[in-house]
Nanobody, 123 residues
Framework: VQLQAFGGGLVQAGGSLRLSCAASGGTFSRGAIGWFRQAPGKEREFVGRITWSAGSTVYANSVKGRFTISRDNAKSTVYLEMNSLKPEDTAVYFC?????????????????WGQGTLVTVPA
């Protein structure tokens, strides 16, 4: 299974950015794709996830109402639309895949990881 995240960059506070995660080499019909981020000196944290079949989403409180996750099953791609960006959103963003969905959204729940893409929101 391969995941590739891209779309990061520099964006001013209040701006928007869309990240993409392309998945290949596996099927996740009962699973989900999640987004995580890791700021310098901090642990990797959950941002949100979407189930592959139903498109059900869950978000961290810190991004709820500002970030939206969607998917295009035909393209095996998941998107993270980020609006009203803040300096504290600066981090490397990762996408990850899990084979089965549960109520736990920690790092260890995800089986496959892509490389990260850097999002920088200057203060």
């Amino acid at each position: 299974v391969q995941l590739q995240a891209f779309g990061g960059g520099l964006v001013q506070a209040g701006g928007s950015l869309r990240l993409s995660c392309a998945a290949s080499g596996g099927t996740f019909s009962r699973g989900a794709i999640g987004w995580f981020r890791q700021a310098p000196g901090k642990e990797r944290e959950f941002v949100g996830r979407i189930t592959w079949s139903a498109g059900s989403t869950v978000y961290a409180n810190s991004v709820k109402g500002r970030f939206t996750i969607s998917r295009d099953n035909a393209k095996s791609t998941v998107y993270l639309e980020m609006n009203s960006l803040k300096p504290e959103d600066t981090a490397v963003y990762f996408c990850a895949a899990r084979v089965l969905v549960s109520g736990y959204e920690g790092v260890s729940a995800y089986n496959y990881w892509g490389q990260g893409t850097l999002v920088t929101v200057p203060a």
